[in-house]
């Protein structure tokens, strides 16, 4: 058996399901880029039968990302399995085909209706059908952990024999512990004939708190793939978090021995990072690896301790994983070549015009602060790679509040209904409760739509009192989920204005 563990990000696929974190293209091309230069092993990239979108996305991933495999699911349905060869075929001999079939009792009674031999009769067919398009075929009897034993080796068998290379066996629910999953791992490994000849791979979700650690018992008991995502982010309470697997794995390879890892350490913050801003789920500050106070100590004697011998209080060096390589800022005196260098050394690739647009706006931030970051640069580009069509922009904001005010906002906005027809300016005023109530009930004035704010965020990208405020808003204006709309700007009414229209934006492109 080898010893490499390799990393299976499904961040664009397991965590772009959960609401509220959805990404359009540009985004999801971007997070896989930085996926790629992590040196994820396998990327999935979306689910291509659920939706144009997602098919056209796993498509796009798979002609442009090079070095990681790409997987696209699908159902053991014969047009879930086609559209998922159509869309990962551009990676050629690197595409994978990741075929599910739920197994457990409660899935085959109340989901399915069908008896155990009908169940593993789709799974071989299923793996027949996604092998007659490519050789890298992995099967992931969903609901593993709540499947009974026996037939999890029957059907985890019959996968191999119909040609499935690697055996994902999923705790759907989060419902599994570190010793159970781990035992399981071990039985089905020592009795499923053909075990030794593909690769098993662990799958937890985080309803109970133990993703990582049952990821991580897998791994003990012989799993050699990891499934997850970036920050943990996915349906309910979440996916294993990728970064802590990783770190888990280096920082104890005293106990995890002779396991090793593909992975370039040192983009795992900035690809928490980019992941974090593209769906726009923020991390919360004491979140292992990837969290601000991960590697912040306040305690005197801490302190004292780091300064004599860092390891006295730190088990993982934060510059390994990429915290506190900071570049020297730029500043209004940067040039656009000044600029472009540092955008691409941050792995951005942007065309000539959005390179324009985001020198336009970094002229007008760097005239308010004195110094640009990385951060707040990478702020300034995410705004112009939504890839939204701005039908509302904001074109004029002045708010007045106080202590013994009526805070009162006069906005006016441009709409473009499209590329021929000009854009025409509208202008309205209104009160609230506060000065970004006003401004934003003002804004539904005029585009019309009311939306319900469902979840407000406001974060400093830089430290420094001028610092670019990011503004990440989650509105409810009656459809099916909820929209995630976002800004940077260093004011943090103007910031909260334009992630509200990106939102209204976003719900208009989405018709
Ligand atoms: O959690 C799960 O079971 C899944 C499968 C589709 C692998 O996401
Ligand atoms: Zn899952």
């Excluded at 010793?179 to 030794?196: L, P």
């Amino acid at each position: 058996m080898s010893n490499q563990v390799r990393i299976f990000d499904t961040t664009l696929r397991d965590g772009e399901q959960c609401p509220g974190a959805s990404m359009n293209l540009r985004e999801k091309l971007e997070v896989a880029r930085q996926l790629a230069r992590l040196r994820a092993d396998v990327i999935e990239a979306g689910f291509p039968v659920i939706s144009d979108g997602d098919f056209e996305a796993v498509k796009k991933v798979a002609t442009e990302i090079r070095g990681p495999i790409i997987a696209g699911l699908a159902r053991c349905v014969a047009k879930d399995i086609d559209a998922a060869a159509a869309a990962v075929k551009p990676a050629g001999k690197m595409a994978r085909i990741h075929v599910f079939l739920g197994t457990s009792k409660i899935h085959r009674e109340f989901k399915f209706g069908k008896a155990q031999d009908e169940i593993l009769r789709l799974a071989v067919e299923g793996v027949k059908r996604a092998r007659q398009y490519v050789k890298d075929v992995e099967f992931s009897p969903e609901d593993a952990s709540r499947t009974e034993l026996d037939f999890l080796v029957k059907i985890v068998e019959a996968a191999i024999s119909a040609g499935a290379t690697t055996i994902n066996m999923p705790d759907t629910v989060g419902y599994a512990t570190p010793e159970q999953y781990g035992d399981m791992f071990g039985h089905v490994i020592a009795n499923a004939k053909g075990a030794e000849n593909v690769i098993f791979s662990a799958h937890c979700h985080n309803d109970l708190g133990m993703a990582v650690a049952n990821s991580l018992a897998a791994v003990q008991h012989g799993a050699r793939q990891v499934e997850g995502t970036i920050n943990g982010i996915g349906e309910r309470a979440g996916n294993a978090a990728l970064e802590e697997v990783i770190m888990a794995i280096r920082t104890r390879g005293d106990y995890y021995q002779k396991l090793h890892l593909g992975i370039k350490m040192n983009e795992i913050v900035k690809t928490s990072r980019l992941v974090s801003r593209m769906c726009g789920f923020l991390v919360q500050r004491n979140k292992a690896i990837v969290g601000e106070n991960a590697f912040a100590h306040s305690a005197g004697i801490h302190q004292d301790g780091i300064l004599k011998k860092r390891e006295t209080y730190e088990i993982m060096d934060p510059q390994e994983i990429g915290w506190g390589i900071t570049e020297l800022p730029l500043t209004k005196h940067s040039g656009r070549h000044a600029m472009a260098v540092r955008l691409k050394h941050l792995g951005f690739a942007l065309s000539d015009k959005e390179m324009e647009a985001v020198f336009a706006r970094f002229k007008t931030i760097g005239d308010k602060k004195k110094f640009v970051y990385d951060d707040d640069l990478a702020a300034l580009v995410d705004d112009r790679i939504s890839e939204v069509p701005e039908v509302w922009t904001l074109d004029y904001l002045s708010v007045s509040s106080g202590n013994q005010t009526v805070p009162t906002a006069t906005v006016r906005l441009k709409h473009t209904s499209g590329k021929k027809s000009p854009s025409e300016t509208r202008q309205d005023a209104g009160i609230g409760d506060g000065p970004v109530d006003a401004a934003l009930k003002t804004i539904d004035r005029i585009t019309g739509k009311r939306g319900k704010l469902l979840d407000y965020h406001i974060r400093a990208v830089t430290q420094g009192k001028d610092a670019i405020g990011e503004v990440t808003v989650k509105v409810d204006f009656g459809g099916k989920e909820a929209v995630t709309g976002k800004a940077s700007t260093t004011d943090i009414i103007e910031a909260s204005a334009r992630a509200y229209l990106n939102a209204v934006n976003r719900v208009l492109a989405k018709g």
